[in-house]
C-alpha cells in the first residue's frame, strides 16, 4: 500500500510569526500562510486559502528571527491532525496543521526581513537561502 503525506505552501504570512520555547528549551513557531489562488471568480476577487503551519526547533527558530508579516515563504511539510476538548462548550474540536519539514525565504534581501551584513552572515552560516 502506498502512503505518503506531504504538503507544499507558498504564499505571505498573515501576521508576525509566534516564536514559543517548550520547557525543555525547543523552539516551536506558529504561523499562517494565505495562499493566493491562480484564477479569478466572476466578480473579479481571488480566492485566498489560510493554511496554519507550526515549525519545530533550528526552523522554528529562523523563521521566528527572520520573518514578519506579509513576507512571503515557501513551505514543505506534513499533514498534522489535532483534536481537542472546547474547554467552553465540551465539543470535539479538529484542526490541520501543516507541520514544516523545509522552508525556503523567498524575494529580495529587503522583502525578507534584513539586508545587511550581519543578518546575512547569520543566515549563511546556518545555511538558510533566500530564493529571489
Same mark, same amino acid.
Given at each position: 500500500m502506498m502512503s505518503e503525506n506531504l504538503v507544499i505552501v507558498a504564499g505571505n504570512? @498573515?501576521?508576525d510569526p509566534d516564536l514559543k &520555547?517548550?520547557?525543555n528549551g525547543i $523552539? +516551536?513557531?506558529s504561523f499562517t500562510v $494565505? +495562499? =493566493?489562488s491562480t484564477f479569478k471568480k466572476k466578480d473579479g476577487t481571488t480566492e485566498v486559502t &489560510? +493554511?496554519?503551519c507550526v515549525a519545530w526547533k533550528g526552523r522554528a527558530d529562523a523563521i521566528g528571527t527572520y520573518l514578519r508579516k506579509g513576507n512571503p515563504i515557501y513551505v514543505r511539510g506534513r499533514l498534522t491532525y489535532? @483534536?481537542?476538548d472546547d474547554k467552553q462548550t465540551g465539543a470535539k474540536r =479538529?484542526?490541520?496543521k501543516v507541520t514544516v519539514e523545509n522552508f525556503q525565504f523567498v524575494g529580495s534581501k =529587503?522583502?525578507?526581513g534584513g539586508g545587511d551584513e550581519v543578518v546575512e552572515a547569520e543566515r549563511k552560516e546556518k545555511g538558510l537561502d533566500i530564493i529571489e
Open positions: 504570512l @498573515t501576521r &520555547y517548550t520547557s $523552539a +516551536v513557531c $494565505a +495562499v =493566493n &489560510y +493554511v496554519d489535532q @483534536t481537542w =479538529n484542526k490541520l =529587503n522583502e525578507s
